[in-house]
């Protein structure tokens, strides 16, 4: 169930909000960590990718501010969008201060809900969370990787 929030920020604003991010449930897939992807990208990077999307039950994109310059982001957001739906794609913006939205330069990102770090009503602390812009409102990250 999605509830109001109080505030948020892209990145943690306390010292120990770091270790919080460990908290988070859920495996991860990272490309550049995979070693069964082939050191060039090929027919068979593209179909491990798919797989691997399309076999998980949400799909977050960590948008870096270089981002933009990818190739891949946009295909890989574009299948998790086709096989997840709308609702069960995140974007994670990676940036160094609420100020840099160079990331936002596809304006298609702004149709997919944000993990931000913030104060979420119903919690004791700041906590990591899924926020939609359209209807205000947020829920602890934890659960929504888990429905």
Known sequence: MKTSYASSSVLPSR?????????????????????????????????TLKDRINQSRKFVLLASENSNQSKWVPWELGLADGYKGIGRV???????????????????????????WGDLEGESERVWMVYNKKSHTACNLNVWLSR
Do not use: C, M
Not at 95 to 103: C, F, R
């Open 15 to 47: 010292p120990d909000s770091n270790r919080s991010w460990r908290k988070i449930r859920g495996s991860r897939h990272i490309d550049k960590k995979d070693s069964s992807l082939p050191p060039y990208t090929n027919e068979q990077t593209a179909q």
């Open 90 to 116: 995140a974007i994670f913006p990676n940036v160094q201060s609420n100020a840099n939205t160079a990331w936002t330069s596809w304006e298609y990102l702004g149709l997919y809900d944000r993990i931000v």
